[in-house]
T-cell receptor, first 110, second 112 residues
Framework: NAGVTQTPKFQVLKTGQSMTLQCAQD?????MSWYRQDPGMGLRLIHY???????DQGEVPNGYNVSRSTTEDFPLRLLSAAPSQTSVYFC?????????FGDGTRLSIL | TQLLEQSPQFLSIQEGENLTVYCNSS?????LQWYRQEPGEGPVLLVT???GGEVKKLKRLTFQFGDARKDSSLHITAAQPGDTGLYLC????????????WGLGTSLAVNP
């Protein structure tokens, strides 16, 4: 029962480096989303997708890119990492169906 | 501006006690979800309520959606240490079913 799988679970980057956070789902949900969770700020939506080939911005999209070439995969790219992007990142699949979250990627930017 | 206000922010109780946490807004929601999140894990959906006045029960947890669909409550009866976690509410605003609005959560600790 995989559900939503995120990789890696932990990552440390240097300022200016780029990387891709992977997210895969096996539930055939059209809707997928990326959040970041920070103390005192709650969950904030970065980007979301309502189906393959369709993506849109959430509340805090700057510094992040996404693509959705298949229903299963929804990677999040950090273009040039900044210390302000240190956070825990969650990928989710589904919306009202219900919504399933991965276990998160803990990212530190030095 | 936080559109969903959760209270209390922190709650520490003894095993066996009852508690209620609240999720309030001035906006109307077409649906509202409650999640529990444990350290190091993603949020896990507990329930979705969609009808004003709706009451749903999940074992010792009772969820209520306000008549005007602007607020919700979660009541736990005879809390157990396994109930410890962060309780989050999230709502889908009427007319916008693509973005959830999240509260900041209630952090619950149930002590043995």
């Amino acid at each position: 029962n995989a559900g939503v799988t995120q990789t890696p679970k932990f990552q440390v980057l240097k300022t200016g480096q780029s990387m891709t956070l992977q997210c895969a789902q096996d539930m055939n949900h059209e809707y997928m989303s990326w959040y970041r969770q920070d103390p005192g700020m709650g969950l904030r939506l970065i980007h979301y997708s309502v189906g393959a080939g369709i993506t849109d911005q959430g509340e805090v999209p700057n510094g992040y890119n996404v693509s959705r070439s298949t229903t299963e995969d929804f990677p999040l790219r950090l273009l040039s990492a900044a210390p302000s992007q240190t956070s825990v990142y969650f990928c989710a699949a589904g919306f009202n169906q219900p919504q399933h979250f991965g276990d998160g990627t803990r990212l530190s930017i030095l | 501006t936080q559109l969903l206000e959760q209270s209390p922010q922190f709650l520490s109780i003894q095993e066996g006690e009852n508690l209620t946490v609240y999720c309030n807004s001035s906006s109307v929601f077409s649906s509202l979800q409650w999640y529990r999140q444990e350290p190091g894990e993603g949020p896990v959906l507990l329930v979705t309520v969609v009808t004003g006045g709706e009451v749903k029960k999940l074992k010792r947890l009772t969820f209520q959606f306000g008549d005007a669909r602007k607020d919700s409550s979660l009541h736990i009866t005879a809390a157990q240490p396994g109930d410890t976690g962060l309780y989050l509410c999230a709502g889908a605003k009427a007319g916008n079913n693509r973005k959830l609005i999240w509260g900041l959560g209630t952090s619950l600790a149930v002590n043995p």
